[in-house]
């Protein structure tokens, strides 16, 4: 009995140990066997008839009928293994022919992948299913297969380079994939209408750091005159100190969008932003083929100017080498996998500090603290913190 137990221990370690094509062949595999099995038990229909009148063959009540063995995927994941190895089959997995692509938006079950054979709907292998913790996201690096009907099957999915996301709005707990692979997170921020929001910055900036990719802010509309304009500009020089990459452009008046074009080739960058502050028109005057809505298109076709981009929607612009991801408008940005001990780390500018008398000091008003002298001293700038203490205030505790 002892020495089944650790078979079976052994065949679910190596299956964990299997490349994920000898996992999906397995599981492919396991697959087969369980529906074999299911359909072989419906074939027993006196068996299922008498159990429907509560007896069984013998008469006994149905209730003490011995127990159906576990459909759980494991069971026929360890008979596959069996079967692969008295077979041989487990190091022959055939190499089917795998085409490379990128997800360029999702929908129900599937979505649109460009890839050597241009753009077509796509589904998911079941099996892929199991073994991704998430589903597949706009950006997503895949390998498919043909089906006949000329549409892809998804067979594996590349190792993200980055995963930018946030918590879903309604379900916190719940982590929602805005985009991945991503090389930057290009925040656009209006100079003015609506207002220039740093503590909004200040979110995302920390979810590109969580994400692995580089922030980037683009300050539209600064063709725009208004009597805080220098409050603003001060507030960049603050960013820029930080080491933060600003371009001060204007979609209206296509101001600075050469040289944020130069930036961005050849890289994959995710727009991010509020309604109103003008990405769609920043994507628009980026390169004119986007052809993205923006509010006042909208209005003129009798919308509601609500959002319209209600998903995440990958772009590739060939004639000017750039990759570009477009979201919905976002009113909020909330962070996640983070906690009140993790924040003081997003800010550099508490860093090179003495350190605080207490070593687990959260900065808000422990004796001995630098950074709260720092900030009295002028040295840190006071919004900044001030927004660090806002941010702390939404995180959960840290879980030691
Ligand atoms: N003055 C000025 N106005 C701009 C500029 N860019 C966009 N706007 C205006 O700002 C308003 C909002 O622009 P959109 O491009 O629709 O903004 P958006 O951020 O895409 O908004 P949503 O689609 O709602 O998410 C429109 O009335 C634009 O004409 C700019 O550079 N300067
Ligand atoms: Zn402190």
Known sequence: ??????????????????????????????????????????????????????????????????????????????????????????????????????????SRGGGIVRGSHGEMTFSLKSELAMLQKTGVSVGEEIFYSMK????????????????????????????????????????????????????????VLIGARQSGADFVLCLNKMDLEFKDKEKVLKELDYY??????????????????????????????????TSGVGKSSLLNTISPGLDIKTQETREKAGGRGRHTTVMSTFHYLEEDDLYIIDTPGFREFNLMEINKDELKFYFPEFEGLESCKFNNCQHIHELGCTVLDAVEKDEIYERRYDSYLRILDTLPKSDT
């Open 148 to 203: 006949g009907d000329g549409n892809a099957l998804v067979e594996r999915i590349a190792k993200r380079k980055s995963i930018f996301s946030r918590p879903d709005p309604l379900r916190p707990k719940l982590e929602r994939v805005i985009a991945v692979n991503i090389d930057y997170v290009c925040m656009v921020s209006s100079l003015d209408s609506p207002a220039f929001n740093p503590y909004f910055i200040d979110r």
């Open 240 to 273: 820029r100190k930080l080491g933060v990459t600003i371009f001060e452009v204007s979609a209206e008046e296509d101001l600075g969008i050469d040289e944020l074009k130069l930036f961005l080739k050849g890289k994959k960058s995710v727009f991010v932003g």
């Open 1 to 106: 009995m002892a020495k089944k137990k650790k078979q079976k221990q052994n065949h679910l370690e190596r299956f964990e140990n299997l490349s994920d094509e000898q996992k999906m062949e397995i599981l492919s595999s396991a697959a087969r066997l369980r529906k074999a099995h299911k359909m072989k038990r419906s074939d027993r229909g006196d068996w299922k008839r008498n159990l429907e009148r509560g007896r069984d063959h013998s008469g006994k009540s149905a209730s003490r009928m011995p127990q159906q063995k576990s459909d759980g995927l494991e069971d026929w994941t360890r008979k596959a293994m069996e079967l692969a190895d008295s077979m041989n089959t487990l190091d022959k997995v055939s190499e089917r022919e795998l085409f490379q692509g990128v997800v360029k938006s999702i």
